[in-house]
Every structure is written in structure tokens, then in C-alpha cells.
């Protein structure tokens, strides 16, 4: 185990400037939390985040990463709190290793490898900061290191699957190609021990039998590069056991097939050096076709640069070299990591969080597909974004503060306007709701469904607000169309013409409109009146000529007077009746359902007859009293049951005249000899003005039952 003053030096032969006086905290405070826990192996538990501090250090990461290292097991692990971490570490600290904490639980609650790439954008999503991925990703390194001790067979494997699934592919996503190499191998020899020691086992084979080829390629290429003046490091190696094993099962080739189990590394000073060394090694070889990349014009996405060729090379062996300068290879090795160690010495103005920052910002930018850049985005780098899960594992980006529907409308616009619920990790909860990240989200539609106006008021997204909006225009539009077309057809029925549409044709110009359907809208809207449409299209009529003042009143903005109406959610000089069967009154809970070619009929929400119009959500308007209707009446429908005995009906309109009522109407509807059922229509104020009424009435002996109309 590395001892306190061991790692404090190491960090310091890289980072002078280091905190030792929090490096030495921290390793206390970690020796101490941890205390006598034993790991597997059964070393102390503290070695392990002494290890995991090592290979941080390793790495030449910042002290707030090495110190995160040292405690980031405290708070899952130990009795230690997030507070004491905060007290005695500070915030920064405490954030980091909050984060480190939240993806280790992340990780016991996932054994879905199929939702690996899901679970990798996760991991993305959750490391608020860059440094909390590399402090999990060392963690996990030497968790792997040490995984043979783990004696459940299973756990090991679950360990290593997700170590290949997960692990491996987000360190090659930020670029730290050592650290994949390593995770990949260890995680290949638990899950394919026999397949990787036949590798092993033929690779040392060929090494026999070559008689050790490999330094002898390094010493060749190096002479002919010195020959050409340049000042050139060669580096070679076999590829590893797994990278060899995943081109086998790749290209469904055996071993023996497999050519370049050789590859050889080119390090030279400059971008220049590096072509220059191309065309060394070129003009010496035969070259591979197909081989040659060039990765230095056009970086991959994670950053990673070189120049890459095959070459029947000496001791006409078939090769791959790649050709690089120094600083490109410390970032191919160590990715973001070694990009921000690089820089740190030449010229510093500002702190390494931001650099960290603005590299990884550099390395976003040259992400190649926008799959890449959404994943790269899940980084918290964009503290103003939220992701959750579609039921099938989808990862959806929103902006903080989204809620289901945009949700649904980025999922696809006809889900957001199909959407009728969400169920959000499996509780129904209000569409309102303002997701969180990692959320699941089950958007429930139904055909026919359209968007509610409402919606808008709480969507956070451009593309749900469009579509809304865009969808209550052209709803509006068809409203108005059908309305007007009726009032139109009527008018020309009231004059006795028969009704066409050529006659409108003609007069589409009077009315300032481009199509005969504009000239239904305009008549909708009460723009225009059918009376007028008709004058105009007859002139000859007798009373025409008094009557046609369209352009004027085109001119005048429109509005049908609604103002009468005391109801919210109405579209602007729609026709808005109240329903007979329910009666509906201020204070009701109501609902809108618009009748083709007669605008609105307002039903309260528990009228029977609703019911006809379950099956056609469409016709269905969400609408509310606006509460400014005190000065208004509106009839209330009771039906009365009543004893059949002189003086009783009299009773009956004493007690709702007392109460303030107005009779409007009054009809028996069934008379027996012994009761009347008698349906009674009341001009009120409200609701409370009609309950009032009924209430009266059931403190009146004679009267044996009063219930509200129902439809
Ligand atoms: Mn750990």
C-alpha cells in the first residue's frame, strides 16, 4: 500500500503547487473512516482508495481529484456524512465525492447489460463534473485489479461484464486508451479465460519461433528514420490478447490469418516530423492499401490524433504504425486527463476546473455525429439540461424544468399530441410534473387526442410550444370554417337561393379574401355575416344595396360579441350555447364540445349525455368559468317530486321565489295520484344560488325529493 508521504510526493513531483496540507487530511480522515474494514483480498479496506488515489496521481490530476480518490467510499461505505465530508473538505469536495457516491449506487441497481449504452449515457448524465467519471473510472480499475479475490463466481462475472459493457467504452469515450486497454483485458481474462490464454499462449509462440521479431522491427525502422534525419522514438508491441480476440470474432478470421498482431508506434517532435515519417516509412516499404488514415487533419471524436499505415515492414513481417508527436500520445494515452496536465505548464491564466472545462468543450466539438455530442452533452457541463428514459431505455435530453409533454413532443410530435397522461418510474403523475434526471417516463396516448391550450402555459421546449400553438391555430382555423360554412348555407336558405359555391367566387374580392374557404372563416369570425355574403353575391336582390358594408367591416377588428360569456378556453367569436339537458351555471365544473357547423355547447362535466361523445376527444374543449359572471343570469333545470294535493305547487314557487329565483319555465312531467314529478327552470346567479334553492325546497314538507337535471 502506498504510504501518506508516497503519494504526497508524487503528486508534488507534478503539481509543486499542490495542497499536501488536504492530501494529508485526507488520507487520515479516510484511514480512520474505513477503520478496520478488510477488503476481499483481505487487505485493510483503506488500501483500496490509497490505490485509487495512486492512479489518480498517475494520471497528474488536480488535488481536489486525488483527495476525492482518498474519501470516496467514506460516505457509501463508512458512518461518515456528506456534511462531515462538507465541513471538513469543503464544497468542492463534497460535490465530487457525492457524485462518486451516486454513481456507485447507481451501478447496484443496474444488472441490465442490454441497457448498457443507456446505462453509459447515464453514468455521463450523473458525473456532474468530469473528475467524478475519472475518479469512478480509477475505482474501477482497481477493483478490477483486484477482482480474482471476490469469491462469488457470479459477481465476479457481473463485475467484469459491466466493467466491458460500461467501463471500458466511457474511458475510450474520453480518450484514456491505456485505461481502456486495461479494463478490457482484466474484464476478458474473468469472462474468457480459456479464450485469452490460447491467445497468450500463441503470441509467446510466435515470439519463439520469430526468435523475439519485435526489437528487431523497432531497431530497423529507427535506423531508417535516423537516416533521414529525423529524431524519432519507435515504440512496438503486440496488440493486446482481447483487441486480437474481438478482430478474430470480428472478421471471423483464425489466428493464424491474422496478420498484424504487431504494431509499432512512431513518436516524433512536430506535426511536420510526423509526415515526414510517413513518407520515411513509405518510400522503405510496400504499403498495405487501405490502410492509411489520417487522423491528425481529422481528429476522431474523442480527440485522438495520429497518422495510421500498414507496410509490409522488415523481415517482410505486415505491420501497423502509427506515427504521432509526444503530445499527441501522452492524450492518446491518458485522454482529457493528460490534455489538461499538457497545457497546465505553458502560461496558465485561469484555474483547471475551467480548463478541464474548455478542453473537454474542444473534444465536444470535434464530436463527429450529433449522437456523439448529445452523449458528450449528458456531462453537467450544461447544468441546465435533464435526462430521462423513454420504457425502452431511449435517453432524452430536455431542458431543466421539462415536463412530460415535452417529453412526449421530443420523443415524436405525435406522441406530444396523442399524450392524454405519464406515468414518471411507474406513478401516473400530473403532466405539469418537472422531470428529474434519470426519470422514466411512459407517455400514455390515445388516437384522436389532440393537444390541450393549457399545455402551453407550462412546456419548457420550442417544439412542444410550436406545436401547440400551431395545432389550436389550425383547430381554430377548421372551427371557424365550419361555422362560417353554416352561417353561410343558412343565409342562403333564409333568401331562398340554393346554395354553391360559384356565386362566392365571384365575391371573393369584396371580402378581401383569397378562397372561398377564407370567406368561411372571415363569416366565422364574424368578420363578415352570411346576410352580407349573400347581398353581395346577389346584388340584384331588392334590399342588397343598403346592406353590403363588408370592406368596412372587414377593416374593424372582429369580434362576435362573446364578451356576453363568462367562459375561459372559448375560441374568439365561436357561437357558445349552454347546454339544455345539464343547464350548466357560474361554479360548475364544465366542459366545451364543439358541434360542427354551431360552435360550442356547454355541458357541466358530469352530464349524461357526455357520455356520446366519449368516443370523439377531439370535439372536446377544456374550459372554466372566468369568474367575472356576477352580473350575468343563467337558468338552473331542477326536477321536483311533489305530493299531488291542492296548495303544494303554490309552496313549491313561493319557497324558490324567496329564495331569489326566477321561474323561466315550469312542466309536469309526470302526474300520478298521488306525486307530481314536475321539471322546474330557475334563473339564478350561480350554482350557490340554485343549491341555496334546492336546499330551501328539501326543508319544505310537501316536497318529497329535489335533484339538479343531470342531462
Ligand atoms: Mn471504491
Known amino acids: 500500500m502506498m504510504r501518506q508521504f508516497e503519494l504526497v510526493e508524487l503528486v508534488k513531483s507534478y503539481d509543486p503547487g499542490a ?29 483500496h482508495p490509497v490505490e485509487v488515489a495512486g492512479l489518480l496521481a498517475q494520471m497528474k ?49 443496474s444488472d441490465q447489460t442490454k441497457q448498457a449504452e443507456n446505462f453509459r449515457k447515464l453514468v455521463l448524465a450523473m458525473s456532474e463534473d468530469i473528475r467524478v467519471l475519472l475518479v469512478k473510472l480509477a475505482d474501477r480499475l482497481h477493483n478490477m485489479r483486484t477482482l480474482r479475490f471476490i469469491k462469488d463466481d457470479e459477481k465476479r462475472r457481473r463485475i467484469a461484464r459491466e466493467t466491458m459493457d460500461i467501463y471500458a467504452p466511457l474511458a475510450e469515450r474520453i480518450g484514456m486508451h491505456r485505461m481502456k486497454d486495461e479494463l478490457e483485458d482484466l474484464a476478458f481474462a474473468e469472462l474468457y479465460p480459456d479464450a ?3 491467445i497468450v499462449a500463441r503470441l509467446g509462440f510466435l515470439r519463439e519461433k520469430g526468435g523475439n521479431i519485435v526489437p528487431r522491427i523497432i531497431a530497423e ?21 482481447y483487441s486480437i480476440w474481438r478482430k478474430m470474432q470480428h472478421k471471423a478470421v483464425a489466428f493464424e490469418q491474422l496478420s498484424d498482431v504487431m504494431a509499432f508506434r512512431v513518436l516524433v517532435g512536430t506535426v511536420g516530423e510526423c509526415y515526414h515519417a510517413l513518407g520515411t516509412i513509405h518510400s522503405a516499404y510496400h504499403v498495405v492499401p487501405g490502410r492509411f488514415k489520417d487522423y491528425i487533419s481529422t481528429p476522431k471524436p474523442n480527440n485522438y490524433r495520429s497518422l495510421h499505415t500498414g507496410v509490409i515492414g522488415p523481415e517482410r513481417q505486415r505491420i501497423e504504425v502509427q506515427i504521432r508527436t509526444r503530445e499527441m500520445h501522452e492524450v492518446a494515452e491518458l485522454g482529457v486527463a493528460a490534455h489538461w496536465t499538457y497545457k497546465q505548464g505553458a502560461g496558465r491564466t485561469d484555474g483547471p476546473q475551467y480548463r478541464w472545462l ?36 431511449d435517453l432524452i435530453a430536455l431542458p431543466r424544468g421539462a415536463t412530460p409533454i415535452d417529453f412526449a413532443y421530443a420523443v415524436h410530435s405525435q406522441i406530444g399530441d396523442q399524450c392524454v397522461g405519464a406515468k414518471i418510474n411507474g406513478r401516473l403523475l400530473p403532466l405539469r410534473t418537472q422531470l428529474a434526471n434519470g426519470d422514466q417516463v411512459e407517455i400514455m396516448t390515445s388516437k384522436g387526442q389532440t393537444p390541450s391550450p393549457d399545455w402551453e402555459s407550462f412546456v419548457v421546449t420550442g417544439k412542444a410550444r410550436a406545436r401547440i400553438r400551431r395545432f389550436i391555430r389550425t383547430q381554430q382555423r377548421a372551427q371557424y370554417l365550419d361555422l362560417g360554412r353554416a352561417i353561410v348555407q343558412k343565409a342562403f336558405r333564409q333568401d331562398g337561393q340554393e346554395f354553391s359555391e360559384r356565386p362566392l367566387e365571384a365575391v ?33 336582390h331588392p334590399d342588397a344595396k343598403n346592406k353590403i358594408v363588408p370592406l368596412a367591416r ?44 354551431k360552435g360550442v355547447t356547454i355541458h357541466t362535466i358530469d352530464c349524461e349525455n357526455l357520455e356520446s361523445f366519449t368516443d370523439e376527444p377531439e370535439r372536446w374543449l377544456d374550459v372554466a368559468w372566468t369568474g367575472d359572471e356576477a352580473d350575468s343570469v343563467h337558468v338552473g333545470r331542477i326536477n321536483v317530486t311533489i305530493a299531488n294535493e291542492p296548495g303544494n305547487l303554490g309552496s313549491l314557487t313561493t319557497t324558490i321565489g324567496k329564495q331569489g329565483g326566477n321561474i323561466s319555465n315550469l312542466k309536469i312531467t ?28 328539501r326543508a319544505t314538507p310537501v316536497i318529497n325529493s329535489v335533484e339538479r337535471a343531470r342531462g
Open 19 to 47: 495542497d499536501e496540507a488536504a492530501l494529508d487530511r485526507a488520507y487520515v480522515y479516510s484511514m480512520k473512516a474505513h477503520g478496520s474494514q478488510l477488503r476481499a483480498s483481505g487487505d485493510p479496506y483503506f488500501s
Open 61 to 109: 490530476l488536480d488535488t481536489a481529484s486525488i483527495v476525492t480518490g482518498l474519501l470516496h467510499d467514506t460516505v457509501e461505505d463508512t458512518l461518515v456524512t456528506l456534511d462531515d465530508i462538507e465541513r471538513s473538505f469543503g464544497s468542492e469536495i463534497a460535490r465530487l465525492v457525492d457524485g462518486v457516491t451516486k454513481l456507485s449506487r447507481l451501478e447496484l441497481q
Open 196 to 198: 485469452r490464454a490460447g
Open 221 to 241: 525502422l529507427s535506423r531508417k528514420l535516423k537516416e533521414d534525419g529525423l529524431d524519432a522514438q519507435v515504440q512496438g508491441r503486440e496488440k493486446s490478447a
Open 358 to 393: 474548455r478542453e473537454l468543450v474542444d473534444i465536444l466539438d470535434h464530436a463527429s455525429g450529433p449522437e456523439e455530442f448529445l452523449e458528450h452533452t449528458r456531462l453537467e457541463m450544461f447544468p441546465d439540461q435533464v435526462f430521462a428514459f423513454t420504457p425502452k431505455g
Open 508 to 540: 371573393l374580392k369584396v371580402f378581401n379574401c383569397a378562397t372561398v374557404e377564407d370567406l368561411y372563416v372571415a363569416v366565422g369570425q364574424g368578420i363578415a355575416t352570411g346576410r352580407e355574403v349573400v347581398n353581395a353575391a346577389f346584388p340584384q
Open 554 to 597: 372587414a377593416r374593424r377588428k372582429a369580434q362576435i360579441s362573446d364578451t356576453a360569456v363568462p367562459i375561459r378556453g372559448l375560441i374568439p367569436g365561436m357561437a357558445v350555447h349552454f347546454a339544455g339537458c345539464c343547464h350548466p351555471l357560474p361554479g360548475d365544473r364544465i366542459v366545451g364540445i364543439v358541434i360542427t357547423g
Open 670 to 697: 309526470n302526474r300520478s295520484t298521488d306525486f307530481f314529478e314536475i321539471m322546474v327552470d330557475i334563473e339564478v346567479a350561480d350554482v350557490k344560488h340554485l343549491t341555496t334553492i334546492i336546499a330551501a325546497l
